[in-house]
């Protein structure tokens, strides 16, 4: 089992509609959750970070973590298509060990 | 620029030839990280610094791989002897502790030939 799991996508969603984003891990000791922002050639650009279960709000983006099923997800309201990217979900447990997924690449369709 | 910056930002070379590669963090961040990254892949964590230790380092890192960052400031990557396998993005990143997100840099694209 990945330490990190995503759905490598790609996730299509028409303009204007939410997109769903999940990531699953393995590992109970982690601590801190984020979620990474990659465009094709391009470094991650870090935009949520979130470390306690519940949901945290940032503009259009929404991050849910729930510790006990394992799993966080990011939401994007009012998705645009200067969103299409790879969405890189990653994990640390308190050290400086961070353990990133392989990323779901979503498409915005205009 | 506040941001990370890192230097060159391509790379070509020969097999067999040595590279090195600098990353800048953000001023008052302590913490460096590098990484590798190919196609398809998340990030791969190659080594940490904090403040000028270097307190971590990968297995899969192999000798030919090293990593300084005097003063603890800049950082600098050497790779000696370069494999086409080593054809990769580098990717530098700094936090301010652990724990909390990083800011990568613009991340040196290494291409051997």
């Known amino acids: 089992q990945k330490e990190v799991e995503q759905n490598s996508g790609p996730l299509s969603v028409p303009e204007g509609a939410i997109a769903s984003l999940n990531c699953t891990y393995s590992?109970?000791?982690?601590?801190?959750f984020f979620w990474y922002r990659q465009y094709s050639g391009k470094s991650p650009e870090l935009i949520m970070s979130i470390y306690s279960n519940g949901d945290k709000e940032d503009g259009r983006f929404t991050a849910q973590l729930n510790k006990a099923s394992q799993y966080v997800s990011l939401l994007i309201r009012d998705s645009q298509p200067s969103d299409s990217a790879t969405y890189l979900c990653?994990?640390?447990?308190?050290?400086?060990?961070?353990?990133f997924g392989t990323g779901t690449r979503l498409k915005v369709l205009a | 620029d506040t941001g990370v910056s890192q230097d060159p930002r391509h790379k070509i070379t020969k097999r067999g030839q040595n590279v090195t590669f600098r990353c800048d963090p953000i001023?008052?961040?302590?913490?460096l990280y590098w990484y590798r990254q190919t196609l398809g892949q998340g990030p791969e964590f190659l080594t940490y610094f904090q403040n000028e230790a270097q307190l971590e380092k990968s297995r899969l890192l192999s000798d030919r791989f090293s990593a300084e960052r005097p003063k603890g400031s800049f950082s600098t990557l050497e790779i000696q002897r370069t494999e086409q396998g080593d054809s990769a993005m580098y990717l530098c990143?700094?936090?301010?502790?652990?724990?909390?997100?990083?800011?990568f840099g613009p991340g040196t694209r290494l291409t051997v030939l």
């Open positions: 001023s008052e961040h302590n913490r």
């Open positions: 990143a700094s936090s301010e502790r652990t724990g909390e997100g990083q800011f």
């Open positions: 590992d109970r000791g982690s601590q801190s």
């Open positions: 990653a994990l640390s447990s308190g050290t400086y060990k961070y353990i």
